[in-house]
């Protein structure tokens, strides 16, 4: 007999796949205030990891954390004319604090950079304050007319970055340098999730921005995902709050800008990356629960997991000890696959006997006995192997659903399919891409045609990618 | 000639000295919106270390880490009575969002004891669910009428623990345990401020809480700054939010509940029990910067200093190496001092020639010539020697200015002149309580005679610690 399924199937229901797979691995559930979400500690593991890989590469480039204002005066945000354009129709508005109405109303941050350079005006006056390069990690809010969990929510959890430089070169350089060195760097080789790093066109820019860089995804439906963005700011922000350093040859300068961020809707694409009709799989190295070690009954069993646990916790592995044998373990072990645990190790009475364990593997499937006491060295090979396929297949699901087109038809039709295109840039242009959006179909970044990141939107050979997304 | 002081003397106005040195020291800047602030890079450095040092605690205490929304409905925060008379006068309230204005208006969390056990009472059904440990770091609003940065500000920073139990002991046990393991030895033993536990009068107790055990420690003017607090919530929000479990006899009954805090105050209190004339002394075991390497002059100092850091890095000191020779030398170590790291190595062309460098300390003060080759064996010695006299000064000072009293007067008299009052809390009661909150004096606390914390308010032999508080 089939067992039923614990998950609608991707296949029959991609979104409900989506939604059932967060609740039933217990990763999050809705907030009482409508787009709220309220993270779980298993969800929220993946987060800290997170953030934890990507501080530590935020450091090496150079930024300092600090923390800025969760409330902003309304009049900040109109003071750079684009910017308040993109974010008023998000705000939310605080009116009455202390119980009594304010005099002038405060929006709860949508994105720090009016606020942020309010500061910098202050604390940069030469160039030698330059390059000032600040990060914070912070919760933002944007009213969301169409919530959905991790990927669009009222309020997130992000790292935003925001630099100020002596330079427009030095600004550039460095916008792509996080785009890669710290975006790319983590996305790949840490979340196993083979993005295309490009940049947007005009229409798709940030409000406020001269140029933004991106890192799309694809999901396992075929859509893309904006997994992080990196901004060049030009000076626009600069003259707003009137952000001027004193150069060499001293004169007042306009100092050029960039900000930055990735957010908890990583944690959204990570499922719709990897996630399986069985659940979640974790990327080990992403991973804050590598390998579970699972007594399946007994009190030798669960002294055993206990001791091993402790044995390849001192190794380095991120283990967690199931030895809840009052809770039945195939329920157990469903949960854990679920939850998407790389590796499990189960050991009952039988395989104590044997001195064995039964290895499952979350990424590949399948199971198989190992001894125990070669579990110190195998276990980092096999979350390596495993980490290593799952870029593998990120890798192949883009390059196999990805159409080369010609014509805007076919782009659209390739992206209504489920996958994306490339199309030539310069055929399909401004006006091709108003057309597709009347589809629902949108260009989710230029690239050249070596794969690297075009220098101008109208650099010779760019090439258009083109698909639905999140 | 004498050097201008830096700062206002802390005996001519400790207020001033304290505000002067968060400027100085680029700690903290106010913020544009009344009460709040912006933690700059240095003092964010502090928050950080205190984060990991408490995190690692915290989860060695049980409880994992979760993210609830920061909008609450405004109806959850009437539905514990105390609960709402507490908090009511400083909440921000938002009106409109999207755009729009709300059906229902929406608080911004304050604390979130109430949206947490909203989901509390869905996640817990059985005696299995049970204890139930959660923490998280997050922003909080209070809006303040009487800002002081770090201290009371009207956003802030913080953890917040909420525990669900199966009963009232292991409920008790837990609030003791995380009073004692997490906050009182990251106080002592990181912090190095000798803080006091103990409990305070149902006056002083949370909004919502049947018991609330404080951590107090005496700022360098003799006055008290309650550090942290960890509390008893009995049944009260759990009778509120329906939050039931099944038990092992097949009865639904109510949970027992925790909950506790510490915030970016403690960066106050760092300041305001370490610090002196020239700036922050920071305690070695929580500095970011624990030692600076500086170049005084010249492109071989440079270059030492450089590799020298590298090497000291490598052995787990946190280094920072200043090689800014542009800047002058005098106006860079002034900057270290104000901001209190407690050891410069200072290496310029003449030590060169000698192999040796000037070791200057912040904490007791004075500077030697030392081997540059001898560093790596010398500084976590001097670190740890540091990191002890911190904590005795702290509880020197807090012994020295401590007086042992009989009557309400004395008490008063102690207290308004800078210093603690310990009295018989059966001589001075509930009315003498209310009597000294005339004069702007509170009871901080109540501690056994032994200085253990007492098991109820009435228990006999119980000592009223009474102190002008932050």
């Known amino acids: 007999m089939a067992k039923a399924p614990v998950l609608t199937p991707q296949a029959e229901d991609f979104p409900r796949w989506y939604q059932d797979l967060i609740n039933k691995a217990e990763l999050a559930d809705n907030g ?27 450091k090496d480039a150079g930024a300092q ?23 008023a129709p998000e705000l939310a508005v605080v009116t009455h604090g202390g119980g009594k109405e304010l005099e002038e109303p405060v929006v709860v941050r949508p994105t720090s950079e009016t606020i942020i350079n309010d500061y910098f005006s202050k604390w940069v006056q ?32 992000w790292q935003e970055g925001h ?27 840490v979340l196993g999730i083979d993005v295309v790093l490009g940049r947007k066109t005009p229409k798709e820019r940030f409000a406020g921005a001269i140029n933004t860089l991106t890192l799309e ?20 922000f600069a003259k707003a709050f009137n952000t001027q350093y004193l150069s060499k040859d001293g004169k007042q300068e306009l100092v050029w800008q960039t900000s930055w ?80 645990v790389p590796v499990r190790v189960e050991i009952g009475p039988r395989d104590l006997e044997a001195g064995t364990a039964m290895l499952a593997r979350r990424i590949p499937g399948g ?7 070669a579990l110190g060295e195998l276990l980092p090979k096999v979350l390596e192997e495993d980490q290593a396929q799952l870029l593998r297949e990120s890798r192949e699901r883009r390059e196999s659903r990805t159409s080369e087109v010609t014509t805007l038809e076919e782009a659209a039709e390739a992206a209504t399919a489920g996958g994306w295109a490339r199309i030539p840039w310069a055929t399909l242009g401004a006006e091709g891409e108003a057309k597709l959006a009347e589809q629902a179909v949108s260009v989710r970044c230029l690239v050249a045609e070596d794969g690297s990141v075009p220098e101008a939107d109208d650099a010779p050979g760019t090439v258009a990618i083109v698909a639905r997304s999140y």
Not at 136 to 149: D, F, G, K, S, T
Not at 164 to 182: F, G, L, S
Request: glycine letters at 8%; charged letters at 25%; zero cysteines.
């Open 32 to 58: 009482p205030v409508r787009g709220t979400m309220v993270i779980r500690p298993y969800g929220y593991g993946l987060w800290e990891r997170m953030q934890q890989e990507m501080d530590a590469r935020i």
């Open 65 to 87: 954390n600090a923390y800025f204002p969760l409330f902003i005066p309304q009049s900040y945000l109109t003071r750079e004319a684009e910017h308040v354009e993109g974010f």
């Open 126 to 157: 030469s160039y030698r304050d330059l390059p000032l390069l600040i990060n914070q990690w912070a919760n933002v809010v944007r009213w969301e007319m169409r919530p959905r969990v991790f990927l669009r929510t009222s309020e997130f959890l």
């Open 163 to 189: 630099t100020a430089h002596a330079t427009y070169e030095d600004a550039r350089d460095y916008a792509a340098r996080i785009h890669k060195d710290v975006y790319a760097d983590f996305m790949i080789n």
């Open 217 to 236: 995804g694809m999901m396992g439906d075929g859509k893309a995902l904006q997994m992080g963005t990196s901004h060049e700011l030009g000076t626009n």
């Open 261 to 340: 961020g990735v957010s908890t809707r990583m944690v959204g694409g990570l499922i719709m990356s990897h996630g399986d009709d069985n659940g979640l799989r974790v990327p080990p190295r992403l991973a804050h629960v590598q390998v579970v070690v699972m007594a399946i009954k007994g009190d030798e069993a669960v002294a055993k997991v206990r001791e091993l646990g402790d044995r390849l916790k001192a190794l380095g592995i991120r283990v967690q000890v199931d030895d809840r044998v009052d809770t039945p373990f195939g329920r157990r072990a469903v949960d854990w696959e679920l939850k998407g």
């Open 367 to 373: 199971k198989e006995p190992v001894s125990i006491d």
